[in-house]
């Protein structure tokens, strides 16, 4: 065999290897893979020539299902993966019916700039001025992008550069950060609301059995527009490429995502599929096992079918009581809401080091309550005993970071309390409040009402110097001193006036008084103690007139027939002459309210409040 034939017959084993490790949909487009001299030893690659065609591949078997550690997982999506792959299964989408501008989407993501940002002219000085900081990660990773035809070669004269960082992720990998803090200049994203931890317990039910689907590469699926690929830039190794895709560190870019992953969500759910979305990460809930396993493969199948490639080693396919979302783990067997290990010790770490020394500083402060505030949402009390440290660390100086000053006796309280209760639970369902309880207090005096009973009374000489704020907070929390041993173990909605006294039960207190926060932090002692839930509730004045009447040691208001619906009675039927029901407050008659005001004078027929 001649060395042509020996050629050719290299090439066409190449190709067909090639051709059996595609799995892309029906006619789609192989790219060449640009060259990059990062002057790394690697094997040599098969790279198709420019004139690139069109080829028809069938989709590869997905790979069969194995267990592990309890879930299910598929396999790797990896091998079959192509940054903005979303645009070649269009018809798909279209099929399924979705709506213009997310199909437009996929055509090509315009980057809805308010102002065209300036361009700059890529010659070898600017690309040296505006390069990524070169590592064996970075060039692997870019090596790595351009396989996949994240990256591209770009031959813009003027464009816009931006630098590109990696964050490691948990399992060992590398997340590829476009910094696009000056592009970003020239957006003004709307605002929008992404589902978040505190909605999940609403969406979940008790013994629910859960799974979840996680997208893999989520953003990188979706193509950006060609003409305003020359804003996504990347100098490295004095040589220019650009982004194909949706990039991490485009501030539109959740949104744009979002409003894709909420459509297929809601395809779903008219599937009679009850799941939620948080970007690329699918929950799905069902109280049969059988049944979620049938949804389960439903829903994959109609991912797959528009082009999506899933995360196998986050993914649980298995149904399952016990799931991570969120960060999360959830456990609707238990009912609990579980900080996963990886964070716990990650806290107990920061503040054992901050305890050990005695002293923190600014950078320490920020990292530490940004954790805190997180396990906050699975710690009991967790907000309550953040509020010392949060006021001392407006005492750090933010210009000088890693400057450290002494922890205060507050702080280090605090520290020492999570110390011990880390490792403390939540409940996901909660019991719904069984009794309510209203409350007011005036410049005078307070005054409460629990199911039928009333109490009221008058402020001492110094409370009543007291603030109109710690006055009602006060009040609620004398309330439920009273009444404590019977609510205890019970749910309890408090309904108050004050927004002040509302939004620091609700948020376990605040920064901005020092005085209500030790009031607050009193009455969820006392709330922990008794186990009383409390759900606090803002009512506004014009409806909580007995209380109201009741700090203000006014009569209460007594109930009474409406005098539109009484003239009417009276027109149809007469007038009586005598009113046997009411008071003297409420009487229809006239005769009965001569006689009731008579015996309103003796002490003993109807005593004041």
């Not at 005993?385 to 000088?400: A, M, T």
């Not at 939004?503 to 006392?526: E, F």
């Amino acid at each position: 065999m001649g060395e042509f034939e020996r050629f050719f017959s290299r090439i066409r084993k190449n190709l067909f290897n090639l051709l059996n490790l595609v799995a892309f949909a029906p006619n789609c487009r192989v790219t060449p893979e640009p060259s990059l001299n990062l002057n790394l030893q690697e094997k040599p690659q098969l790279v198709l020539p420019l004139a690139s065609r069109e080829i028809n591949l069938q989709e590869r078997p997905q790979k069969k299902i194995t267990q592990k550690g309890g879930s299910a997982h598929i396999g790797k999506p990896d091998y079959w993966f192509r940054g903005g792959q979303l645009s070649r299964f269009i018809p798909q989408w279209t099929d399924l019916g979705a709506p213009k501008h997310i199909l437009d989407v996929l055509k090509g993501y315009s980057i809805p700039f308010v102002q065209k940002p300036p361009t700059i002219p890529l010659t070898g000085k600017i690309l040296r001025q505006h390069a990524t900081k070169i590592s064996p990660e970075m060039s692997k990773e870019i090596r790595h992008m351009l396989r996949q035809g994240v990256l591209e070669k770009a031959f813009w004269e003027t464009g816009f550069i931006s630098p590109m960082f990696l964050i490691p992720k948990t399992d060992g990998k590398f997340r590829q950060i476009f910094n696009l803090r000056c592009l970003n200049e020239y957006l003004q994203p709307p605002k929008f609301r992404l589902i978040n931890q505190r909605k999940i317990p609403y969406f979940l039910q008790k013994d629910d059995f859960l799974a979840k689907i996680d997208l893999s590469q989520a953003y990188l699926h979706i193509p950006i527009k060609l003409s305003h690929r020359r804003f996504l830039c990347l100098s490295y190794k004095d040589q220019l490429f650009n982004i194909t895709c949706l990039p991490f560190g485009l501030s539109t870019a959740p949104l744009a995502f979002s409003r894709i992953t909420n459509w297929i969500a809601d395809v779903l759910r008219q599937k009679g599929i009850r799941v939620v979305v948080y970007l690329d990460d699918f929950l799905l809930a069902h109280q049969d096992a059988q049944q979620l396993q049938n949804q389960i493969q439903m829903a994959m199948g109609l991912l797959r079918s528009l082009g999506w490639a899933v995360n196998e080693e986050k993914s649980t396919i298995n149904p399952t009581h016990k799931v991570e979302f969120l960060g999360i783990i959830w456990d609707t067997h238990r009912n609990e809401m579980i900080l996963p290990s990886a964070k716990k010790e990650r806290i107990l770490r920061n503040v054992q080091k901050i305890l050990s020394s005695g002293r923190w500083n600014w950078q320490q402060s920020t990292s530490l309550l940004g954790l805190l505030n997180f396990a906050a949402l699975v710690t009991p009390l967790g907000r309550l005993f953040s509020r010392q440290l949060q006021r001392g660390s407006r005492q750090l100086s933010r210009k000088f970071p890693r400057k450290s000053f002494p922890l205060s006796d507050a702080s280090r309280s605090d520290c020492v309390w999570w110390k011990e209760n880390i490792h403390q639970t939540r409940l996901i369902f909660t019991p719904d409040p069984d009794i309510f309880l209203t409350t007011d207090a005036s410049l005078t005096g307070w005054g409460f009402q629990l199911e039928d009973v009333h109490q009221a009374g008058t402020w001492s000489e110094e409370q009543e110097l007291w603030h109109i704020n710690r006055k009602e907070l006060f009040t609620v929390s004398l309330a439920i001193q009273r009444f404590k041993e019977h609510l205890r173990g019970r749910s309890v909605m408090v309904q108050s006036d004050n927004r002040t006294t509302v939004a620091y039960i609700k948020n376990q207190g605040g920064t901005r008084s020092q005085t209500l926060l030790r009031v607050v932090k009193d009455l969820w002692m006392l709330l922990d103690q008794y186990k009383i839930h409390l759900v606090p509730f803002f009512l506004p004045g014009v409806y909580n007139t007995l209380a109201d009447r009741l700090s203000r040691n006014l009569p209460l208001p007594d109930w009474h027939l409406s005098s539109a619906m009484t003239g009417m009675i009276f027109r149809k039927w007469g007038t009586p002459e005598i009113d046997l029901f009411a008071t003297h407050q409420s009487s229809t008659c006239r005769w009965m309210q001569e006689i009731r005001e008579q015996s309103s004078s003796t002490p003993s027929a109807e005593p004041g409040p």
